[in-house]
């Protein structure tokens, strides 16, 4: 088992001119999986986007490891898979693993042979020579873990990661999550209550860019349910 890691975010926001997205925040996460919950406009996507180093907070710091999020050595550490993951459909699944790995900086040696490892755990070494355009959604999402998890990530930072999966593919997907959060730092953000209640060590849970709970799931279940079900009543009467 690899040495503790912690993830400090000390007093992040991000403000769009008068707008304030992610109200400050200060959180210090270690090895385990957290569940990121929320509505959609909470703020949830732009908090990941700062914690993955995609967007510069307006102010604040995060460091993982004690390595600033803007540092080469951070990034090597980071494992990412946005809502939106962008594949190339005329790769095979086995090409688009080694072309990830290149640009993750692996040599041709661990770049096949972790290929070929990832390929087997996510269960998709039969259809590796298949092209992406032929795979279905769960597949897909399958490849995306496989290619966030190529340099063995101390961070693995998910958006969404099980959205449109039939209730078969979540579950291997959760599966997945909750054996990498035995040796890794694990935030999943979703709007799916089950996906963290069965694997999550603990909860987050953000409301219009604040972050409004931190704790056990099995702590405060019932509240967490109660609040949960109102922002979405509260989200569809707006539709």
Not at 25 to 48: D, E, F, P
Not at 75 to 101: I, S, T, V
Not at 178 to 190: D, M, P, R, W
Request: overall charge neutral; aromatic content about 8%; glycine content about 10%.
């Amino acid at each position: 088992m690899r040495e503790q890691t912690e993830l400090c975010i000390e007093n992040i926001a991000k403000k769009y001119q008068n707008r304030t997205v992610v109200e400050p925040i200060s959180i210090k996460l270690t090895t385990g999986v957290y569940g990121l919950l929320g509505a959609n406009g909470a703020g949830k996507t732009t908090l990941m986007r700062m914690i993955c180093g995609i967007l510069q907070p307006t102010q604040g710091q995060i460091t993982l490891a004690g390595e600033p999020v803007t540092s080469e050595s951070y990034r090597a550490m980071l494992g990412y898979l946005p809502q939106d993951f962008g594949y190339y459909p005329d790769f095979n699944g086995g090409e688009f693993l080694l072309y990830m790995a290149a640009l993750k900086g692996l040599s041709k040696h661990q770049a096949r042979e972790k290929s070929r490892e990832l390929l087997e755990m996510v269960g998709l070494s039969e259809q590796a020579h298949k092209k992406i355009k032929t795979y279905s959604g769960g597949m897909k999402q399958r490849l995306g873990i496989a290619q966030a998890l190529l340099n063995a990530p101390r961070l693995l930072v998910l958006d969404e990661p099980t959205a449109g999966l039939d209730p078969k593919e979540r579950v291997r997907f959760r599966d997945l999550i909750a054996e990498e959060g035995k040796n890794s730092i694990v935030l999943l953000s979703t709007h799916i209550v089950s996906d963290v209640e069965h694997i999550a060590d603990s909860i987050l849970m953000m409301k219009d860019g604040r972050l409004i709970y931190q704790g056990k799931w099995e702590e405060s279940r019932g509240d967490l349910e109660q609040f949960y079900l109102e922002q979405f009543e509260d989200e569809l009467k707006m539709r």
